[in-house]
T-cell receptor, first 112, second 112 residues
Framework: QKEVEQNSGPLSVPEGAIASLNCTYS??????FFWYRQYSGKSPELIMS????GDKEDGRFTAQLNKASQYVSLLIRDSQPSDSATYLC????????????FGTGTQLKVEL | SQTIHQWPATLVQPVGSPLSLECTVE??????LYWYRQAAGRGLQLLFY??????ISSEVPQNLSASRPQDRQFILSSKKLLLSDSGFYLC???????????FGDGTRLSIL
């Protein structure tokens, strides 16, 4: 079974620090990867999409992809208390339907 | 722009009662549609997905069913709810191809 693995955390970082969230995937055929943020009791919200090896930056967020190592990461610079949430990593599964395989998420806590 | 509506937001149902959750998407045509369930503290479990009207693929055998009577309408149903059906139900949509999924606000279902 194709899987996406994440450390459940919680990952605690001080306000203003860089938070580093990591994800590995088992499906070598996966070509597309997504990071979602989920606040407690709310639905997931798309933060970043990444399709090519390397880095992709959007504001305070940087997604990194290494297909050879089957590794995806999300860096959050200048972390704010409002970044405290669970971050879900997802890979697009091979096969039809544009299905995604989700990790169980990493809980991030940004402390004052 | 596209929007997704999901209702009701919360639902409390007795064991053995029927269920109908509805989801509609606006602002796009022929979207892929998805139903997920998220148990407390757990990851997202894909239940059903649909690539077109009347086309439903089931990912997990269970007492739930899905239907897509119109292009932008997706319905999750059950004839008799079980205690194990409790959870956070999420509808999502995506465009065809290598596109991310976007989630509705979800329905929190409690079975008594």
């Amino acid at each position: 079974q194709k899987e996406v693995e994440q450390n459940s955390g919680p990952l605690s970082v001080p306000e203003g620090a860089i938070a580093s969230l990591n994800c590995t995937y088992s499906d070598r055929g996966s070509q597309s990867f997504f990071w979602y943020r989920q606040y407690s009791g709310k639905s997931p919200e798309l933060i970043m999409s990444i399709y090519s090896n390397g880095d992709k930056e959007d504001g305070r967020f940087t997604a990194q992809l290494n297909k050879a190592s089957q590794y995806v990461s999300l860096l959050i610079r200048d972390s704010q208390p409002s970044d405290s949430a669970t971050y879900l990593c997802a890979s697009r599964a091979t096969g039809g339907g544009n299905k995604l395989t989700f990790g169980t998420g990493t809980q991030l806590k940004v402390e004052l | 722009s596209q929007t997704i509506h999901q209702w009701p937001a919360t639902l409390v149902q007795p064991v053995g009662s029927p269920l109908s959750l509805e989801c509609t998407v606006e602002g796009t045509s022929n979207p892929n549609l998805y139903w997920y369930r998220q148990a407390a503290g757990r990851g997202l479990q894909l239940l059903f997905y649909s690539v077109g009207i009347g086309q439903i693929s089931s990912e997990v055998p269970q007492n739930l069913s899905a239907s897509r009577p119109q292009d932008r309408q997706f319905i999750l149903s059950s004839k008799k709810l079980l205690l194990s059906d409790s959870g956070f139900y999420l509808c999502a949509w995506s465009l065809a191809g290598d596109q991310p999924q976007h989630f509705g606000d979800g329905t929190r279902l409690s079975i008594l």
